[in-house]
Every structure is written in C-alpha cells, then in structure tokens.
C-alpha cells in the first residue's frame, strides 16, 4: 500500500514543481476563466474527506479480518489482507489525502501565481475522477468482502492456483516410500517451521553441477526441522554444495497458500468444521465447501492426466498423495457432519464424481466412502435417514 500512496505523493510533488516552472505559460485570462483560485478550497476538502474516508475503510478491512478469524477461520485471513482491491482502495485514499496536504503547502508558498494554478486544478481534478472511481468499486466490494462464500471462494481459487503451479500428477494408493541407497547424502534443515517454496529450478542447477540426482522427501507445507529428512543425493557432496542445496528451502513459522493445494483443502475443511459446530449449525455452508473441495480436487485430477508424462531431468520431485489429499479434506467434514444427512449424501456424491473423473481414484475415494458412511451410521438416530445413506452409498458404491 505504501507504494500506492508514494505514487500519488510524487505525483503531487511533481504536480507542484510544474506548475511554478511552466505555469507562465498559460495566459491570466485563461486561469481566470477556468477559476483557478478555487483550488484552494478542493484541495481543503480533499484533505479533510480523504482522512476520514481512510479510517472508515481501515475499520471496515480490520472489522472483515475479525470476523473472518473468528466466525470462518483464522487460516483464510491472509487471502483477506492480501486481497489487491481493498489495498487500491485504502491506498487510494491515503494517496489522495496525502497529495491534498503536498498541494496546500506548494500553495501557501506563493512561488506561483494564477497561471500555476491552472496546472494544480487539472491534476486535482484527475485525482477527483480517480477517488470517485475507486470508491464506486470500494462500496460494491465491501458488501461482500470477508463473508463465507466470498472467503470459501478465495480458499478455493488459491488452492486451485495451487496446485497448477505443482502441476504434478498424484499418486494413488497406499504410500511408497523410496529407499535410500548406502552412501548418500542426507539434506536437512536447521530451521523449524514450514516449507513453503522449493526452488526446483536451483536444485537442478546443482544436481547438473555434480553430475548426480536430487530426490526431495518434502513438499511445501510439511513441517521441517533439523531431524527431518528433506531431500538426499545418490552421492556424497561437500558442505559447500549443501548449503545450496539447503537455500533452495523456504521456511516460514506459517503455511502458504502459493505452492500447498494440501493447505487449501485444510482451511476449507475448517471452514466447514466451523459451519457443523453446535454453536454455528449451518450444514448449506459445509456442503459449499464440498462442491468447493471437489471442483478443487478434480482440477488436480486433470492436472495429473495431463502432466502424467513430464519429467523433471535429474530432481525427482515427490507427487502429492491423492489419500492424504482426501484425508485432509473429508474427514473432518464426515467426522463433525456425521449426524446430518444432508452433509452425509452430499460426501458421497462428492466422492463418486471424483471416481467418475478418474478410474484411477476409484479405489481411495471408496475408501473414504466408506470411512464417511461407518461415521455417519453410528452417529444418525432415524432409522429413515440411515435406510437413504444405504441406498444412496450402494448406488454409488455397489
């Protein structure tokens, strides 16, 4: 936002300086006509406005940060602070507050006459059009900025954008995990917290510079700390090259949203957790969230048909699970959503759309079928409800 602000600071410098160097050039009696003394009092009013129209925003951003975090989830607020039109706007109106106080003091100077004024009203007018427009814009986003289905929408376009920029395709089934060969070398980390970015890009860089392979047992989004295995080499390299292995790793105390489609599908599935609570009791928003989770989860299906065969040279790059990835997202939503029927069927139509995407998925999205079904029949007291879960889960399931 400062950057914002700066601009329209400099503008007004720059503004000022022009119309003491190059005001000359416009005739008196233009600048009579136009009323160039009437600068004066706009700028006056945009100083004064411009500094409450601020505050109010500033209130009304941080009053959508609170109720996010506490009626949605703490987890989805930094889409809210990072959202670009809230930033314009307050930015916008700092801006122009700021160039109104720059414009008064070149005034009170008096190192230009009439003709210098004309220049300062024409930028002051160009000000005006751009405030009117940001607010217009301001007004209609703030109705919905910070609300649930503005927030699950946030969630899933992040994670969806998420998991282009993995573009790698999933694994099915149980994990496998790769053996490592005697005489590798072993990456750790000396931070603890998150990993949010891996530089691929570097690690091959090194991996092409020793003539050897890289292979990473840490996505973004696992937690990294110095006895955690992050990534080995099938020979032995020098400190010097570990250094740089280990620069490739972004860690932070907090997940990201930029390189976790995992972290996106947990938020989501907070939101609903949040939605299933006694307190909230609000199933429409929890099946939202599954029609969300879902379109989510089958873009990364069709990410993986179409990256199936990319290879990625010498850095071997470990593919998301498409369990966990179910794990994550449902089962807390069939866990907390167990008793209502409505949430129940609408897990197994969720799931049974992601089998129909891919055959390849079938077999976990059964698996998770079933988990949902066991949690739901323990937890319904109508046997009526419990008879509609049977027929629904068979027809899907059979």
């Known amino acids: 936002m400062w950057f914002r602000a700066g601009l329209f600071c400099l503008f007004a410098i720059g503004l000022a300086l022009a119309s003491a160097f190059i005001g000359h050039a416009i005739s008196y009696e233009f600048a009579t006509k136009v009323g160039a003394r009437s600068v004066d009092s706009i700028l006056n009013v945009l100083a004064s406005s411009m500094l409450a129209v601020t505050t109010f925003s500033l209130t009304a951003m941080v009053s959508a940060y609170s109720g996010a975090t506490s009626n949605i989830t703490p987890r989805a607020v930094q889409l809210l602070v990072e959202d670009t039109t809230a930033q314009n706007a307050l930015a916008t109106f700092l801006g122009s507050f700021l160039f109104a106080i720059v414009g008064i003091i070149a005034l009170s ?3 230009y006459g009439e003709s210098g004024r004309v220049i300062l009203l024409g930028g002051t007018i160009l000000v005006i059009a751009s405030i009117v427009i940001t607010f217009l814009r301001w007004i209609e986003h703030i109705t919905r900025f910070g609300r649930v289905n503005d927030t699950i929408a946030r969630v899933e376009m992040a994670a969806a954008k998420a998991a282009q920029a993995v573009g790698r395709p999933l694994r099915f089934g149980p994990r496998q995990r790769r053996s490592v060969p005697d005489g590798a070398t072993l990456i750790h980390l000396e931070d603890i917290g998150r990993i949010t970015h891996v530089d691929i890009a570097l690690l091959q860089e090194v991996a092409d510079d020793l003539d050897c392979q890289i292979v990473l047992s840490a996505l973004p989004g696992v937690m990294a700390d110095p006895a955690r295995m992050v990534a080995w080499s099938n020979t032995q390299i020098d400190a010097k090259q570990i250094e740089r292995l280990q620069s490739a790793f972004t860690v932070a105390p907090d997940r990201a949203f930029d390189n976790d489609p995992r972290f996106g599908l947990v938020v989501l599935s907070e939101i609903a957790s949040r939605a299933l609570s006694p307190a909230v009791n609000d199933p429409g928003t929890a099946i939202s969230v599954i029609e969300a989770g879902t ?7 069709a990410i993986q048909e179409k990256n199936a065969d990319d290879d990625t040279g010498r850095v071997i790059v470990p593919s998301p699970s498409f369990p966990e990835l179910l794990e994550d997202f449902y089962r ?3 866990r907390d959503g167990a008793g209502l029927i ?3 069927i609408r897990l197994q139509k969720s799931l049974a ?10 077999g976990d999205c059964a698996n998770a079928a079933a988990d949902a079904m066991t949690r739901a029949r323990a ?3 109508a046997e009526a409800d419990r008879a509609l879960l049977d027929r629904i889960h068979r027809r899907y399931w059979p």
């Open 109 to 111: 100077t008096g190192f």
């Open 295 to 301: 379109r989510v989860l089958s873009s990364m299906l």
């Open 332 to 334: 807390p939503i069939a």
């Open 342 to 344: 409505e949430v129940a």
């Open 353 to 362: 759309a992601l089998a129909e995407a891919d055959p390849a998925a079938r």
């Open 379 to 381: 937890a319904m007291t």
